[in-house]
Structure formats: C-alpha cells, structure tokens
C-alpha cells in the first residue's frame, strides 16, 4: 500500500509561485507513474501533469503548459509541481495520485491511479 502526502499548498496572488510536493511511503516510488489532479467546487478533477517512472517522461494539462513543470526525486520518493506564473483559475484543491502505469490517454483519467494522497488547497487570490 502506498500512502501519499502532498504538501506545499497555501495563498498566493496572481503571479506568484509555488511548489507543490508529493511524499511517498514507498521505497519503490520511482517506478510508479505519478500524476498530479486538481478540483475547484462544482468541478470536476482535471488532470494537471504526470512523469513516468524510469526515463520521467512528463505530461501536461493544456491549461498549464509553459507553467507548471513536473519532477520527482528518486531519493527522497518525492514528486514535485512547480506552479509558476499562477492564476485565479488555478486556485483548486491539489491532489498526487501514482499507478504502476499507464498509457498516455489512460493517465488523464483520474480514475484509472490506484493510490491518492489527501490534497492541498491552492488558492491564489489578490
């Protein structure tokens, strides 16, 4: 069983930045595909970016490219979201999810990751 822990998420003002962290329990993390999602009230979870175990191929969300940027740590089981150039529509509760993998149209859907850790709400708001 893996647990997730994010961290990282706070008040921010349009145009600022921040990083967003995804802490794993387990020591086999680095192989796991790890996608991150988010959800604003009365939406539904959008998926935001994802990197692959092994070669950390990245992924993202239309909404984000340029901006936010996806990594992980292989010593530390930890992936990273770094948020730049922030908008009020970016404000959302922040969620890490990983699987044992998946295929590039699969790993959109929130459904198909086997492990979630319990969000961080990023609000960004002048």
């Known amino acids: 069983q893996v647990q997730l822990v994010e961290s990282g998420g706070g008040l921010v003002q349009p145009g600022d930045s921040l990083r967003l962290s995804c802490a794993a329990s387990?020591?086999?993390?680095?192989?796991?595909?790890v996608g991150w999602f988010r959800q604003a009230p009365g939406k539904e979870r959008e998926f935001v970016a994802a990197i692959r175990g092994g070669w950390s191929i990245t992924y993202y969300g239309d909404s984000v490219k340029g901006r936010f940027t996806i990594s992980r740590d292989n010593a530390k089981n930890t992936v990273y979201l770094q948020m730049n150039s922030l908008k009020s529509e970016d404000t959302a509760v922040y969620y890490c999810a990983a699987s044992g993998g998946l295929t590039v149209s699969a790993m959109k859907d929130p459904s198909r990751y086997d492990y979630w850790g319990q969000g961080t709400q990023v609000t960004v708001s002048s």
């Open positions: 387990e020591r086999t993390f680095s192989n796991f595909l």
